[in-house]
């Protein structure tokens, strides 16, 4: 694995309602961003992978925040609140990979025809081992230990690698695995470090036809034919 960077946001100090590259201009709320322009955002891609904080106030930290409390499902284990949200700027290979999977699944299954969203996009909760303290306090600083989920999903996405994972096992065979429900990927969130708070991802996930699967199946090293997920 190579050498990890820290997150080229960290150094960061703008004023709040400021454009989070340029912090010269008010960013855009109207288009839940965090940025006053394009160009803008096109400049923090320019600088990714990194992390940026959202202010409590902002259109985007009171939707996830209001979804992660919906999607609490778990009666036997008291809701968490939610501490801070940050954005994460990907790369833009990253960025055109994802892009590019979600444009063969929609236009082989034409979803938005059928009143879904383009590809069957959906958004889904990622938990994880986190050795260092990113997301505490405001800080944005990847670390560079290998052992660390969290930072390696953040700066290089996900690797089929490591799907055994926590588990050991993958019940569904060789896959991401992500979950609608915030508590269970609450259960996957493991800290091996001194914070008082847990780390959860929430991803944007190209579901395509997805198939119902009740039984464990851990042998399966691709979607069931006819499925993408």
Known sequence: MPERESSNFAWKKIKPGMCKSCGQEPYNTRLESLFCSGDCFRDAVDNAPGLIEYPEDHPIYKRVSSLFTKSWLHPSVSPKKVKAIYMIVLTSD??????????????????????????????????????????????????????CSLCGI????????????????????????????????????????????????????????????????????????????
């Open 94 to 147: 990253l960025h055109s990979s994802y892009m590019d999977y979600l444009n063969e699944v929609e236009y082989r299954e034409d979803f938005e025809s059928q009143g879904s969203p383009k590809g069957n996009e959906s958004e889904r909760w990622h938990g994880t081992t986190r050795e260092c303290l990113i997301g505490d306090h405001s800080n944005t600083q990847f670390c560079q230990s290998s052992d």
């Open 154 to 229: 953040l700066q290089d996405s996900y690797s089929l690698d490591f799907y055994q994972g926590k588990t050991g096992w993958g019940r569904f065979g060789r896959g991401i695995y992500t979950t609608g429900t915030s508590s269970k990927a609450d259960t996957y969130s493991v800290n091996n470090n001194s914070s008082k708070w847990k780390a959860v991802i929430l991803n944007k996930v190209v579901v395509g036809n997805g198939a119902s699967v009740t039984l464990n199946l851990p042998k399966l090293t691709a979607p069931p034919p006819g499925y993408d997920s």
